[in-house]
């Protein structure tokens, strides 16, 4: 997302170098890259919607991870009832997605459609800024397809696009994008729920505190009567008493951690992604509003 705001602040920086004016854009021109533009703020939507709903879910680990610490490492079987169904909210939560991301996949292959070099006559800045155009939309478009199929957890999302030979940066731009939509569909095809390896992370540990919860109780090892004396058995469960309250105690913390850091990073992402909405928007606008002055001169 970081290299994506700066393609677009950069294509940005081009276009004013270039003083290209607006009255010579063409009329096509303007109409795709509005067009474009709005689809992009549509994924925007789309992904900040989903992001934060993944927010909103960790309050459930937050409050799981509560009950543990409060308890130490010894939880009643009511707190253990009360962590496994904060742990199973979680994991029915987590699996669905925002209603948004259907409409993605829809919208990228729309733009991928619509992914070709403009061909200008007569204007060798003309020429310059299509070319740089078609660029940063394929690489646009590429990035955005790949956090599309992280988020949504399908491989749906994912646009293979071909770029023309006639640029320096096509075959790695097309290696790059095979080898990441390839290792992504390996993943899906392995029966992994999403992209994200902090989020795999947390799943992990709250599936296994949530099965360690399962029904408010600790699961004990149970010693075998008939070769061990009273004295043996007393010993074996005090040391598996102490080995489950350590494992309480270790999971809770693995899990707190794991919560910590995917919310750090999915707080990144967040802000990373508002960025480039803004970026976005105001190349729209910039452009809306030099066609209104530019038609206000005409007129006056």
Known sequence: MAVLSETHANIKTLTTTLQFPVSDWDEKWMDTYLDSSVKL???????????????????????????????????????????????????????????????????????????????????????????????????????????????????KPLIDLNVSGEFLWAAAFNDLQVGVNGEIRNLFSLGKSGALKELEEVNARVEKLHNASNGGQIKEEQPNNDTTNNEEVLTLRKTNGQEQQEGWKESSSDLANSAECFARELDLLSKQLEEFFHLVLAGRNALLFSLTTSDVRLKG
């Open 41 to 155: 703020l549509d994924i925007c939507n789309a992904l900040t919607s989903e992001l934060s709903r993944m927010d909103q879910s960790q309050l459930l680990l937050k409050y799981a991870v509560h009950i543990l610490a409060a308890t130490g490492t010894s939880p009643s079987s009511e707190e253990l009832k009360r962590v496994h169904s904060s742990l199973h909210d979680w994991m029915e939560n987590i699996h669905s997605r925002s209603p948004k991301l259907e409409n993605c996949s829809s919208i990228l292959q729309e733009l991928a459609a619509a992914l070709h070099l403009v061909k200008v006559k007569n204007s060798a800045k003309g020429k310059v800024l299509m070319r740089a155009l078609y660029g940063v939309k394929a690489v646009t478009i590429f990035i955005c397809s790949v956090f599309t199929a992280a988020l949504s957890g399908c491989s």
